[in-house]
């Protein structure tokens, strides 16, 4: 008898088309979803810690969500940035509320990708300058301007399309690309932010571009200072710092709304999406009054469903329940806890090389030696079927394709984790037999 699961995975294979990326050796046609949970059509059941790809960010149905969607839906569904709106105002308010420094003062789009190019395009327009740096291993997306920034040559489909972008060391601890030993060496991966300055570009930038924590790259961290030094270089050449809070913002990191908070500094622009609205297409570019108003006269500008009533209401029910059900302190809290457990795994299982990240955004790192770091893709294969079997979803990243990426809802609880470890302790064991 044919099941549902290959119903679908035949119209899949018939009508899409085929670089979908799908996880699993048998890809997984999700149904449902409460909370931390989700089922497949088959009915079985699954602890999500991968969110949707950290965007899920107050678990699926919150009710807050909801209420604000089914709300609005009865009302109106689009109208564009030709007309002004309530929930499109509104939420800029209460954004504004939350954003580091002066940055109240947004555009807003349907995705990461435009959120990125929002920002590059009016660094060009407030700087005069054209040429922008960002990091290797960073992501920013599919568009051409978006594989231009990404900084891995698996994601930039058809090869780079802008010119103008150039890619400075990343800030890779653990496989230091300067083969160096934090914290001696400095953060002198910071330095070369200006060496590529001053030999690849023409000595003016528009703008300097990269994620507190590397998303795609493998949950790659900075050090605390690294961004601090970065952003003196960046403006004593002429450009702004944009930071791109797609998969770190409404305080996924813990103890801040947004990751690059702890680096004690305000960027001149900001990007987020994502978990924005909890699973609703939408994203914002924060800036300054000052930096927004040098697109007046510049040209005309539209968003078709930028700002758009539905999703703009899902951001503000996903406001409130982040408020009120997962703040970035409880997120710290419940982050320390995963954390450790991910550092016990680490020292039962050699297989682990590096456990990384911030609050619920943690990144574990396979290798086969600890002593090479030789990467280790094909146990993240058997892991990552052993994780679906005990009914657990994570995700994973990284130009070797050896990081796990375990980043649940920010509603998750302790025992939410200590499930997700049990489970783990588990796959871990199956993956280590096969080095």
Avoid at 111 to 132: F, L, M, P, R, W
Avoid at 156 to 172: C, D, E, K, M, S
Avoid at 355 to 366: D, T
Wanted: charged share 20%; aromatic share 8%; net charge negative.
């Amino acid at each position: 008898m044919t099941t549902k699961t290959a119903e679908i995975l035949e119209k899949q294979r018939d009508h899409l088309w085929p670089n979908h990326l799908l996880y699993y050796t048998e890809p997984l046609p999700l149904d449902r979803g409460d909370g931390l949970y989700v089922w497949d059509v088959e009915g079985k059941q699954y602890l999500d810690f991968f969110a949707g790809i950290l965007t899920t960010s107050v678990g699926h149905n919150n009710p807050r969500v909801n209420k604000r969607i089914h709300e609005q839906v009865d009302k109106l569904l689009h109208t564009s940035t030709l007309y002004p709106s309530e929930n499109h105002v509104e939420l800029g308010e209460k954004l504004a509320e939350i954003t580091p420094g002066d940055l109240d003062t947004f555009y807003f789009g349907t995705s990461g990708t435009d959120a990125d190019e929002t920002a590059v395009i009016i660094a060009k327009v407030h700087t005069g300058y054209q040429e922008v740096v960002a990091l290797r291993h960073g992501y920013s997306g599919k568009s051409p301007m978006g594989m231009a920034l990404t900084g891995q040559a698996s994601w930039r489909v058809g090869g780079p399309q802008v010119i103008g972008i150039h890619h400075a060391l990343t800030p890779y601890c653990y496989r230091c690309p300067l083969k160096m030993t934090y914290p001696e060496c400095g953060v002198a991966c910071a330095a070369d932010v200006e060496d590529v300055i001053r030999t690849s570009t023409s000595g003016r930038i528009a703008a300097f571009l990269a994620e507190p924590i590397q998303g795609v790259g493998g949950f790659i961290t900075p050090p605390a200072e690294y961004f601090a030094i970065v952003a003196e270089i960046v403006h004593r050449y002429g450009g702004l710092l944009i930071i791109d809070e797609v998969q770190t913002g409404f305080g996924r990191t813990g103890d801040y709304w947004f990751a690059i908070e702890r680096s004690g500094i305000v960027p001149d622009v900001m990007t987020m999406a994502k978990g924005i609205a909890n699973g609703l297409p939408l994203s914002a570019t924060a800036t300054t009054p000052e930096i927004a108003g040098s697109m007046i006269g510049a040209g005309l500008t539209i968003s078709t469903f930028g700002g758009n009533p539905v999703s703009t209401a899902a951001a503000l029910g996903t406001l409130e329940a982040l408020h009120e059900e997962a703040p970035p302190a409880r997120t710290a809290a419940v982050g320390a806890h995963l954390r450790a457990g991910l550092e016990r795994l680490a020292e039962k299982y050699p297989l682990i090389g590096d456990v990384r990240g911030r609050g619920l955004m943690q990144g574990v790192e396979l290798v086969l030696d600890r002593e090479t770091k030789e990467p280790a893709p094909k146990q993240v294969a058997v892991l990552f079927e052993a994780t679906r079997a005990l009914g657990l979803l994570i995700g994973k990243g990284g130009l070797y394709g050896n990081c796990l990426r375990i980043a649940p809802p920010l509603t998750a609880t302790k025992d939410h984790v200590d499930e997700a470890l049990e489970k783990l302790d588990v796959a871990f064991a199956q993956a280590q037999e096969t080095v």
